[in-house]
C-alpha cells in the first residue's frame, strides 16, 4: 500500500545553523484527516513546506503518494493543495478573480473553468462575496477563500497550516465540515497542524505530536489520551477523617495506582475510572464514610500534548482539562 | 514550456486586474515622469544648454523619461518580492505545478504591464507639451515591445537585489541607489559624448543607454542604425538577469 506521505530521517538545518528538523519519520494513510500538534518553533511549517516541494530536506527522504518530493517535485505538485500558514490571497483584487488566475496558471480547461470555480465558491459560502475585493473580506472568508483555491484542482492530498488560526467557533466548524466533505466526497487526504488541541481530538484520524524538529508520539486521539493512563477520581468526603486502614484498602485495589488526600478530598489515579469507581464506592461505604460528591477526570489531548511537548503552549488554545460529574453513577463523559 | 508560457500570461493577467482595481498608484507614478518632461524638458530646450542634433531637447528626452519610469516600476515591483516573501503568495505560487523560471519570469514581465501603462500615460502628456513622435504604428509597437522587454530584465535585477536583503526595510532607498546610477549613466538625458569619461565607460555596460537609443530611434529621431545592437544587448541581458534571478530565488523562498 502507498502511503499519502512517507517519509523517513527527515532533516533540516536552515542557515544560520537552525535545526528545525531533526529526523522526522511520518506515515499518513491515503484518506485520513492527519493533525500535526507541536509547540512554537517545534518544525511544523518546515515539514511541510519540505513535503509541497517548496525546499529540500538536508537529508532523508519522502514521498506523496510514492512520488519523491525532490526529484519529482513537478508530478507532486500536481497532486498537492495547500494552504500556507500565512495569508496567501491577492488582495486587490475580487475573490473570483484570485480563483480565475489559480486556475489558469493550474491549466484548468477554459470552457468549465468558470463553472468550476462559482461552484467552489459556492460550496464554501463565499457565492455572495465572489465580486467583492479581497480586501474587504474577513479572516475566515479569507481563509474560506484560501481552501477553496486550494481544492480548485481536487488534489488527493491537502496540506493546510493552521487553517482555522484566528476564526471564531462558528467559522472553524463551517471549515471543518467543508473539510470533512471533501474527505467523504472526493477522498481528500488532509495534513493539518494546529494549536486547537479540541480539533485535533474532533476532526482527526491520526494524530502527531512534533517537539523541537523530532516526532515524539502518534496515534489516534483516543489512543493518545489512553496511553497516559492517568485517569483521576475525586471523591470530597465532607468533614470526616478517612482513616488509614481505609487507605490502605483503597491502595489495594487491584486497578488503583494511588491515592491522596488534599483537604477533604480523596486523589485516586486510576487506569479506567468508569471501571475503577464502583470498587472505591463500595470501601467509602463499608467504612461508613459520607460522599458529597464525586468526579472524573480523563486526559484530554491537551495533557497528552503537555506530557510529550512539555510545557511550552501556544496562546489562545484554552481547554478544560477537568469536568464534574455533580453525582456518582452520573453519565460519565467520553 | 507550455506550462510555463501558461504561469508567465497569468501573472500578467492578474497584474492587469490588480491595476485595474487601484488606479491611484499609476496616476501618482505618473506625476515624476511629466514633471521632468514639463519643467526639464522645457527648460533646457529654451536654453538650447544640450546639442542633440537639431531636435528639441524635450523630443530628446522623451524615451529618456519614460524608461526613468519603467526602471522605477521594474525595480520597486522587483523588490516587493522582500514583502512577498513573508506572506503566503510566494509559497502557495511555489506548489503550483510551475516552474521556478516561470515563476521569476512571470513575475519580471509583470512590471512590463505596469510599465507600458506608465509610458502610455507619459505619450499624450509629451504631446500636449509639443514633443513630436515619428507617425509609423510599427515603429511605435516595436518601441512599447522594447520598453515591455527592458523592464523584465530590471525587475529580475531588481529580483536578485531582493535575495541579498535580509528584512523589507529600506528597500525604498535601496531601489532609489539602483535606479538613480542606472539612470544617469546613460544616454536618458545627455548624449553619452558629453559625460566625462568613467561615466562614459559605466554607460556603454548600462542596458539603459542601448534601451534609449532604440526607443529615440523609433520614436523620435528615425534613426535605427543601432537597432539591432540595441535589440541584441537587452535580450542578453534579459536573458542573463532571469538565470540569475533563479538561481538567487531559492535564497527567497527559503
Ligand atoms: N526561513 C527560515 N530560516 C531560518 N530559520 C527558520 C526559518 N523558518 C523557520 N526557522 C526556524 O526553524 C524552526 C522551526 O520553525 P517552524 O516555522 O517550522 O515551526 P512551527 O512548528 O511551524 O512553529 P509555529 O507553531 O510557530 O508556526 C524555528 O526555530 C524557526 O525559528
Ligand atoms: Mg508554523
Redesign the pocket.
Known amino acids: 500500500m502507498t502511503f499519502a506521505i512517507d517519509a523517513k530521517g527527515l532533516e533540516k538545518v536552515?542557515?544560520?545553523n537552525?535545526a528545525?528538523l531533526a529526523g522526522v519519520d511520518l506515515e499518513v494513510k491515503a484518506g485520513d484527516i492527519f493533525a500535526l500538534l507541536?509547540?512554537?518553533?517545534?518544525?511544523?511549517?518546515?515539514?511541510m513546506r519540505i513535503l509541497t516541494t517548496q525546499f529540500k530536506p538536508t537529508s532523508g527522504e519522502a514521498h506523496i503518494f510514492g512520488l519523491d518530493v525532490v526529484r519529482e517535485g513537478g508530478e507532486v505538485r500536481k497532486v498537492v493543495g495547500y494552504v500556507p500558514?500565512e495569508t496567501s490571497v491577492w488582495s486587490d483584487i475580487n475573490g473570483y478573480e484570485n480563483l480565475l488566475i489559480y486556475a489558469k496558471i493550474y491549466g484548468l480547461p477554459s470552457q468549465s473553468r468558470k463553472e468550476v470555480i462559482y461552484d467552489m465558491l459556492e460550496s464554501m459560502g463565499l457565492r455572495a462575496a465572489a465580486e467583492q475585493l479581497v480586501k474587504t473580506y474577513s479572516g475566515g472568508m479569507i481563509r474560506k477563500l484560501e481552501i477553496a483555491c486550494a481544492m480548485l484542482i481536487r488534489p488527493k492530498i491537502l496540506f493546510l497550516?493552521?487553517p482555522t488560526l484566528g476564526l471564531d467557533p462558528a467559522a472553524r466548524i463551517a471549515v471543518w465540515k467543508k473539510l470533512a466533505s471533501f474527505k467523504m466526497e472526493f477522498g481528500t487526504t488532509v495534513f493539518f497542524?494546529t494549536?486547537y488541541m479540541e480539533e485535533a481530538n474532533a476532526y482527526s484520524d491520526e494524530v502527531a505530536i512534533?517537539n523541537m524538529?523530532k516526532m515524539v508520539t502518534s496515534g489516534t486521539a483516543e489512543e493518545l489520551k489512553h496511553s497516559l493512563r492517568g485517569e483521576l477520581i475525586k471523591v470530597s468526603v465532607s468533614d470526616h477523617h478517612v482513616d488509614e486502614h481505609t487507605l490502605g484498602l483503597i491502595r489495594g485495589l487491584k486497578q488503583v495506582n494511588s491515592v491522596v488526600v488534599a483537604d477533604a478530598t480523596l486523589i485516586v489515579t486510576v487506569e479506567d475510572a468508569e471501571t475503577a469507581l464502583p470498587g472505591v464506592m463500595d470501601v467509602l461505604r463499608s467504612a461508613e464514610i459520607p460522599v458529597v460528591r464525586i468526579a472524573t477526570t480523563k486526559p484530554t489531548l491537551d495533557d497528552v500534548f503537555l506530557r510529550y511537548a512539555g510545557t511550552t503552549r501556544?496562546p489562545g488554545a484554552a481547554s478544560t482539562t477537568e469536568r464534574v460529574e455533580e453525582e456518582a453513577g452520573g453519565d460519565h463523559r467520553e | 514550456m507550455n506550462d510555463s508560457l501558461r504561469v508567465v500570461l497569468a501573472m500578467m493577467e492578474l497584474e492587469l486586474r490588480r491595476l485595474r482595481n487601484d488606479r491611484t498608484e499609476v496616476y501618482t507614478r505618473a506625476v515624476q515622469p511629466v514633471l521632468w518632461l514639463a519643467v526639464f524638458g522645457l527648460v533646457f530646450s529654451e536654453i538650447h544648454a544640450i546639442p542633440t542634433n537639431g531636435i528639441p531637447y524635450i523630443d530628446y528626452i522623451t524615451p529618456g523619461v519614460m524608461l526613468q519610469s519603467v526602471l522605477f516600476v521594474a525595480v520597486l515591483y522587483g523588490l516587493t518580492l522582500v514583502w512577498e516573501r513573508d506572506t503566503g503568495i510566494l509559497k502557495k505560487l511555489l506548489v503550483a505545478p510551475a516552474s521556478r523560471y516561470a515563476i521569476v519570469i512571470g513575475r519580471s514581465m509583470s512590471s512590463g504591464v505596469r510599465a507600458i501603462i506608465q509610458v502610455l500615460i507619459v505619450i499624450p502628456v509629451a504631446l500636449l507639451l509639443g514633443v513630436s513622435f515619428i507617425p509609423n504604428p510599427a515603429y511605435f509597437v516595436v518601441a512599447l515591445a522594447i520598453l515591455f522587454v527592458i523592464s523584465g530584465g530590471f525587475a529580475a535585477l531588481s529580483i536578485i537585489v531582493a535575495s541579498l536583503l535580509k528584512t523589507r526595510e529600506r528597500f525604498m532607498g535601496i531601489g532609489q541607489a539602483l535606479i538613480l546610477p542606472l539612470f544617469f549613466a546613460s544616454n536618458a538625458l545627455y548624449p553619452i559624448a558629453l559625460m566625462p569619461h568613467a561615466l562614459q565607460v559605466v554607460a556603454v555596460f548600462n542596458p539603459l543607454t542601448y534601451a534609449v537609443d532604440a526607443v529615440r530611434g523609433l520614436m523620435i529621431t528615425g534613426n535605427l542604425a543601432l537597432l539591432p545592437l540595441d535589440v541584441a544587448v537587452i535580450a542578453l541581458f534579459d536573458i542573463l538577469m532571469f538565470a540569475a534571478a533563479s538561481l538567487s530565488f531559492r535564497k527567497i523562498i527559503?
Open positions: 536552515y542557515k544560520g537552525v528545525a507541536g509547540p512554537n518553533g517545534a518544525g511544523k511549517t518546515t515539514l500558514q497550516d493552521e497542524s494549536h512534533i524538529g501556544a | 527559503e
